[in-house]
């Protein structure tokens, strides 16, 4: 595939096939993750890659972040279901980590650096036909969750991604480049 379609062909996937997704793609997707430039190559990242009874297990956190978080609805439990069993759509998740620099100037260009190495994955991942799903939201700071992952205060979640061979691939849609640039000379 050429570069320009693995880039643009890329999408947020949320219907997914079970079949697994092979280890040879995931670690491809994990080596390429470190390529980012990050400054002063502080590499301030770790990845987990959750599958099988861990992953049911992490679907079971997502539900109880959802929960708390939505306590107040009326709907609340049928939100938090819902967000468990969207997880366990796709066979894998990746959790991507930053350790965060006591420098508050380095803690933000490592969490870019840290963003681009996920976005490597997803790129990888669909350079394979593997979709992937970027996640944050509550689970990222639930600390049940965390403590099971065995994060420490100056570790960030800063994404999960669900990956796994893609079902349904949805239309993309972006304003042009060049309609948002100013070219100064
Ligand atoms: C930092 C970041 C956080 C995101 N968090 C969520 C999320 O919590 N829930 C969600 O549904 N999508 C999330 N997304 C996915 C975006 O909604 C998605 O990329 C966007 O709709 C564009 O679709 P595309 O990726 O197919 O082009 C996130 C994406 C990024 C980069």
Redesign the pocket.
Known sequence: MELLDVIRG???INQFQSDPVPDSVLEEMLQAAVWVPNHHLSEPWHFMVIRGQSLRQMADFRKAAVLVKNREKPQAERIAEKARDDLLKAPCAVVAVQTIDENPYRAEEDYAST?MAVYNMTLVANSHQVGT?????PLVYFEPFREWLGLDPLQRIV?YLRVGYPRLI?Q?RRTDGLELTRWLD
């Open positions: 890329r999408r947020s963003a799903y970027w996640h944050t939201g994404a949805p993309g």
